[in-house]
């Protein structure tokens, strides 16, 4: 984690661009800019930056004791220092937008949900239904079926994602709108003509099957090679030489020692979705985390950018360890000493 934000501060330090110009305009005069440059401490060298962001995202903290810092960090105090200085335990800082002045955590957690709700039901799709036809292919090996599964899990593994949903949003938002009573753009959550926020479910089909497309061909191709090697061992030649009826064989020796790729693919996946389809999100105007990070890229808002940065670098984390503890689960002959 902190060698992502020392990487991402060094690539926004290094940019040609002011931050502070764009909060006020190319209008702005000299003087605003430069209030507005100290204000956010930009005028300070990369490493005192650098110190007093990764001080802002401390659990544990040395800061003074004021008004203003108790607004901002929210902490509960374990001693009290000199000179009106207090160490204190405290939630993460992501600061504020230069563009809107909002909390980046508001920002993010207005964001966050519909990116989950997008990644979860598009990875949801992809293991039904990649588990599905991959066992299918495996247990007719070269018919016409598993041919069939192979073109087009191929197919769908080399169309990118955001090709994908513009094709979506022409077929089935735009030529099929009459019968599907799809949307091209739409997010998941919309303000009606009385001002209130509505659920818009059906705005989650498409981007679902875009995003979903690709993950599925290559979890159909991983579950076909897994089964076709596993039922292949001797242990499955053996059940089966018992009289173990033929889906217990499928289901309980096949497919359970096949799944430790599986996991691996899956969790990349997982979170790689979760963590913003930028360009699926920007095409169906789906506002989520993409679209936010998109949005602060081209305004130079550092703080949400490095905000969603790091969630990103911290949800990867977290779900390869999650992914390592799964494997001791699937598999018996993994175990965690």
């Not at 902190?2 to 702005?28: E, H, K, M, Y």
């Not at 105090?77 to 563009?99: F, M, N, T």
């Not at 808002?301 to 699937?330: E, K, Q």
Request: hydrophobic letters at 50%; glycine letters at 6%; proline letters at 5%.
């Amino acid at each position: 984690m902190i060698l992502v934000v020392c990487i991402i501060t060094g690539i926004i330090f290094l940019a040609p661009v002011d931050p502070a110009q764009l909060t006020f305009g190319q209008r702005s005069d000299v003087n605003t800019v430069k209030a507005k440059t100290m204000e956010l401490g930009l005028d300070q060298p990369l490493y005192v930056q650098l110190g007093r962001y990764l001080a802002d995202l401390s659990p544990v903290s040395v800061i003074p004791l004021t008004v203003e810092n108790e607004r901002k960090y929210k902490y509960s105090q374990i001693c009290l220092l000199e000179q009106g200085d207090a160490l204190v335990l405290k939630w993460p800082y992501l600061r504020e937008s230069y563009q809107t002045g909002r909390p980046v955590t508001e920002i993010l957690g207005d964001a966050i949900p519909s990116t989950v709700a997008l990644a979860c039901s598009a990875m949801l799709m992809a293991i039904f239904l990649g588990v599905f036809l991959g066992v299918l292919a495996a247990l007719k090996p070269h018919s016409w079926l598993d041919n069939l599964v192979s073109v087009v899990s191929v197919m769908g593994y080399s169309l990118p994602s955001y090709v994908a949903a513009m094709l979506f949003a022409l077929l089935f938002g735009y030529a099929l709108n009459t019968w599907t009573g799809l949307e091209i753009q739409g997010s998941l959550r919309v303000i009606d003509d009385f001002g209130e926020w509505r659920w818009r479910l059906q705005n989650l089909i498409l981007p679902t099957l875009a995003l979903g497309l690709r993950p599925v061909a290559l979890i159909t191709q991983l579950t076909r090679s897994a089964m076709l090697d596993v039922l292949s061992q001797d242990f499955v030649r053996t059940a089966r030489a018992k009289g173990v009826p033929n889906k217990v064989v499928w289901v309980k020796h096949a497919l359970r020692n096949a799944l430790n790729p599986l996991v691996s693919a899956i969790s990349g996946w997982f979170a790689a979705l979760l963590t913003g389809a930028f360009f699926v999100e920007s095409v169906f105007n789906f506002k989520g985390l993409g679209d936010v990070t998109v949005q602060a890229l081209l305004n130079f808002d550092i703080p949400v950018v490095l905000g969603s940065v790091l969630f990103t670098s911290a949800l990867f984390i977290v779900i390869n360890v999650f992914t390592d503890l799964l494997y001791g689960w699937v598999d018996p002959r993994v175990r965690l000493n």
